[in-house]
C-alpha cells in the first residue's frame, strides 16, 4: 500500500485567487489540487497525496493560532505518513505559514514533514532550523525544479532513509554538525585551502559563518519636537504616473521626491507602483501607505521639528535583499547629509 | 501566464476546439514567453491556474516569428510590432518557441 501524503497550499496555487482571497479560512479537499498534482505524479506509486488543505495567507497569519489548531485537525483526520507544505517560493507570507503548520505537524503528530521556499524566503530563515526546506527559485516558474527536489526528499523521508548534506537533498541548512572521519588532518585541509585562496581558487570552507543581519537600534531621538523626521517606503508610492518607472515588482531602483508643496497626497498627484496587493486604497488616498497628512499635523502641532523635504521609495515587492540594502545605503548617506535625525519607514 | 488569461484560453478552446485556437504571446524574453507557451500547450507548470495539468496541445507562436510575421500584413506588423521586433532577442525566442511547440503541441 502506498504511503499517505498531506499537502497544504495557499488560496493562490488552490486558483481561488489571488490577493483578494487570502483572507479565505482553511478547508480541505480530497486529492491533489493545484501544485500537488505534480508531486504526486513525482512522488510514483509509492506515495499518495491524500488531501489538500487550503488557507489564504492573510487569515493564517493574522489568526495564526487558530488556523495552526484547525490545520492542524484537519491533518490528523488523514493520519498521513507525511506532510508537505508549499512550495512557497519568495511569497513572504505563505513561506511562514508552510514553515509554521510544517513546524506544528512535526511536533505535534510527530510525522517527517518538509515544505519549499527561496532563500531569502523570511519563512526560511524562520523555520530551517526545524524543518527540511527545500531551496527554491524564487517564482512559481521554479517548480520545474522544486518539484522533483521535494519529491526525492520526501521518498526519503517516507523510507527512513538517510538524508544528505544540505547541498546534496538540495535543502537549506539547518545548521545541524554531524562528526565523521576526515581522511585528512585539520592543518593539511586548511593549508590546501589557504593555498586555493591564495591562487584564487574556488574552495570551500568546512565551517560557513552564518549570516547575521542584526540591525543594531539607533539611539533614542533625545527631543522629537526639534528632529527632521524624513518618510520613506517599500510600499510603492510615487508621483502621479510613476515618472521613473519603479518596477511593480523585483524593483532595480528607488525614487527620491520632493513633498515640501504638499500638505497630504492625493489621487491627484501620487499613486502606488506596488504590484502584488490590491492598491486600489493606496491609490484613493496615498497617505495610507505614505502618512505625509499625519506629519504635517504633527509638524504643526510642534510635535515633530520638521518633515524632510524628501521621501525615498521604492517596491519591496520580492525585491531581493540585495537590492534593499543597496539602496539604502546610498540614500541613507543622503538623509544623514540633510540633518534628518530620525525615519519612519512605511510598508504596503 | 495570469490566471485570467488561463481561463479566457480555456474557455475558448471549449467553445471553438482545440484544432481552431492559435494563441500568439508577446512576452518580452524567451523564458517568459516558453512559460506562456508550456501552459496553453502542456498544462500550467506553476501548478496554480485553471491549466494546471490540463493540456491543450495548441498552437502557438510568438509575435516576432516569422511564421506569424509572415501571414500577417507587412504595414501593421511594421507599425505594431516593428520596433519591440529590433529591440527582442528574436533568436532565443524562436528557439524556445520552436523547443515548446515540438515537444508539446497537438496541432
Partial sequence: ?348 | MDLENQKRVKDFTEQFGGENVVVVLGAAEAEAAGLAAETVTNGDPTFAGPLAGVQLGLRVFHAVEPSFKEAVDAGVFDDQIGMMEMVLDVDSIVSEMNNIRSEFSKY
Fill in chain 1, 1 to 348: 500500500m502506498s504511503k499517505r501524503v498531506v499537502h497544504y497550499i495557499n488560496q493562490f496555487f488552490a486558483g481561488i485567487g489571488g490577493e483578494e482571497k487570502a483572507d479565505i479560512k482553511p478547508e480541505v479537499r480530497e486529492g491533489v489540487v493545484g501544485p500537488g498534482m505534480a508531486l504526486n505524479t513525482a512522488l510514483g506509486q509509492e506515495a499518495e497525496i491524500v488531501a489538500t488543505i487550503i488557507c489564504g495567507d492573510s487569515y493564517f497569519n493574522e489568526n495564526l493560532e487558530e488556523a495552526k489548531a484547525t490545520v492542524l485537525d484537519m491533518v490528523k483526520k488523514y493520519n498521513p505518513d507525511l506532510f508537505i507544505a508549499g512550495p512557497a517560493f519568495n511569497a513572504g507570507r505563505y513561506g511562514v505559514a508552510c514553515g509554521t503548520i510544517a513546524t506544528a505537524v512535526k511536533e505535534e503528530l510527530n510525522i517527517p514533514v518538509l515544505t519549499g521556499m527561496y532563500i531569502e524566503n523570511p519563512g526560511a530563515d524562520m523555520f530551517k532550523k526545524h524543518v527540511y526546506i527545500i531551496e527554491t527559485g524564487n517564482s512559481a516558474a521554479a517548480m520545474r525544479t522544486a518539484v522533483p527536489a521535494m519529491s526525492k526528499l520526501a521518498l526519503k523521508l517516507l523510507k527512513g532513509e538517510a538524508i544528505g548534506e544540505p547541498k546534496e537533498d538540495n535543502y537549506i541548512s539547518r545548521g545541524i554538525r554531524k562528526n565523521f572521519f576526515a581522511n585528512e588532518r585539520g592543518s593539511k585541509r586548511a593549508v590546501d585551502m589557504l593555498l586555493k585562496k591564495i591562487k584564487g581558487e574556488a574552495f570551500e570552507t568546512e565551517y560557513p559563518m552564518p549570516d547575521f543581519d542584526r540591525v543594531e537600534p539607533n539611539p533614542a531621538v533625545v527631543d522629537l519636537s526639534k528632529a527632521k523626521v524624513a518618510l520613506v517606503t517599500s510600499g510603492g508610492i510615487v508621483p502621479k504616473h510613476n515618472p521613473d518607472k519603479i518596477e511593480s515588482s523585483s524593483a532595480s531602483k528607488y525614487g527620491k521626491y520632493d513633498i515640501s508643496n504638499f500638505m497630504e497626497l492625493t489621487s491627484e498627484d501620487h499613486e502606488t507602483a506596488h504590484g502584488g496587493y490590491d492598491p486600489v486604497y493606496a491609490n484613493i488616498d496615498p497617505d495610507r501607505v505614505l502618512p505625509v497628512d499625519v506629519l504635517r499635523d504633527l509638524e504643526k502641532e510642534g510635535k515633530i521639528g520638521e518633515l524632510h523635504k524628501y521621501f525615498y521609495t521604492t517596491v519591496g515587492n520580492g525585491t531581493s535583499v540585495g537590492n534593499s540594502k543597496g539602496f539604502a545605503a546610498e540614500f541613507a548617506k543622503e538623509l544623514k547629509a540633510d540633518g534628518v535625525q530620525a525615519v519612519i519607514l512605511t510598508s504596503t
